[in-house]
């Protein structure tokens, strides 16, 4: 993991240390708290320094979205940690028209990733086939 935080990092254009705190829903929930003003768990934070910054990923959320979306765990983190280091390179999905999601899903493709966080926001989450039989 470490070697692929350093590849998104140096991907993404952003100098310096940063540093990765990979916690659980508990922790993550306060941190959007504080800083966000958000009273709920999220599944990546970022926090742009001078020189770096410090990414936070939800382990909870990121079991979640693997599941979810039918990946590993492990791809979830590359995910989340590709799109942190974006956040910390000053992008901002919420306000570029598109920037950020086009430069991630290119990065996303170099890195053999399976879907970024902004293409599954984007479109609804396919639907779990249900298992239950019908009563006739």
Do not use: C, W
Not at 52 to 75: K, M
Not at 82 to 106: C, I, P, R
């Amino acid at each position: 993991m470490v070697r692929f935080a350093r590849r998104a990092q140096k991907l993404a254009g952003v100098h310096g240390e940063v540093d990765i705190l990979i916690t659980g829903n508990r922790r993550i929930q306060k941190l959007n708290r504080r800083f966000r003003k958000k009273n709920k768990p999220t599944d990546v934070l970022s926090f742009p320094r001078d020189d770096g910054g410090d990414i936070a990923i939800s382990a909870d959320v990121a079991r979640q979205n693997a599941a979810r979306y039918r990946h590993s765990a492990a791809n979830e983190l590359k995910i989340l940690v590709l799109h942190g280091m974006l956040h910390l390179a000053g992008f901002n999905h919420e306000t570029d028209n598109g920037s950020m999601a086009k430069l991630e899903s290119k990065l996303r493709a170099r890195l053999k990733l399976p879907a970024s966080l902004i293409d599954r926001a984007q479109a609804p989450p396919a639907r779990a086939r249900s298992t239950a039989r019908r009563s006739r």
